[in-house]
């Protein structure tokens, strides 16, 4: 199975600073196959980027997602308070599905 | 719109059997796959297989692969997941997922959660 690390587990950051994540996967991942989720406490996941790079109906332009083969990177432009949350990375091209191990967002 | 609703969650011992449902709405039950997702706590998530109700094909990951039963009944648009014998490892949060592009597409619709506790 294709095993999604991320990278920091935790980033510690400011309101209005930007966040830079980081999912890289033990084999190549189609760019069309990346997927990037964000987690609240007691809420469900909510799909942010699809595809590597295009984002999911209704997600503010601030987040953006880059990336191929191994390496993707999903990028908070400017951190608004409703963004201290975890991300996890999935790829959904080969089976099983996976998912990274989530990166934590927190307020510094 | 498109809404999963899980069933409440449930508290259980060591060796019970357990069945817990995802009903859709606002969209054709049968032309859509539903996955079912585990976190656990400290471990992230999980993908644990997927049904599709028109159907009945059903995948799953190898690591859940005679853990659990994944089904569904079109009749009442439910799908369900089921274990024969807890163990206090499963204790857990299940999602249901919607992949609406189909079967290599992400989960951009998401019931609730369950959350499963299992202790003895």
């Known amino acids: 199975e294709i095993v999604l690390t991320q990278s920091p587990a935790t980033l510690s950051l400011s309101p209005g600073e930007r966040a830079t994540l980081s999912c890289r996967a033990s084999q190549g991942v189609g760019s069309t196959y990346l997927a990037w989720y964000q987690q609240n406490p007691g809420q469900a996941p909510r799909l942010l980027i699809y595809?590597?790079?295009s984002r999911a109906t209704g997600i503010p332009d601030r987040f953006s997602g880059t990336g191929s083969g191994t390496d993707f990177t999903l990028t908070i432009s400017r951190l608004e308070p409703e963004d201290f949350a975890v991300y996890y990375c999935?790829?959904?091209?080969?089976?099983?599905?996976?998912f990274g191990q989530g990166t934590k967002v927190e307020i510094k | 719109e498109v809404e999963l609703v899980q069933s409440g969650a449930e508290v259980k011992k060591p060796g019970e059997s357990l069945k817990i449902s995802c009903k859709g709405s606002?969209?054709?039950?049968?032309?859509?796959?539903i996955a079912w997702v585990r976190r656990v706590p400290g471990k992230g998530l999980e993908w644990m297989g997927l049904?599709?109700?028109?159907?009945?094909?059903?995948r799953y990951s190898p690591s859940f692969q005679g853990q659990v039963t994944i089904s569904a009944d079109k009749s009442i648009r439910t799908a369900y997941l089921q274990w024969g014998s807890l163990k206090a490892s499963d204790t857990a949060l299940y999602y249901c997922a919607l992949p609406s592009g189909g079967y290599s597409t992400p989960f951009d619709y998401w019931g609730q959660g369950t959350l499963v506790t299992v202790s003895s």
């Open positions: 595809g590597a790079s």
């Open positions: 606002g969209y054709s039950f049968t032309s859509y796959w």
């Open positions: 999935q790829q959904y091209g080969t089976s099983p599905w996976t």
């Open positions: 049904i599709y109700p028109g159907d009945s094909d059903t």
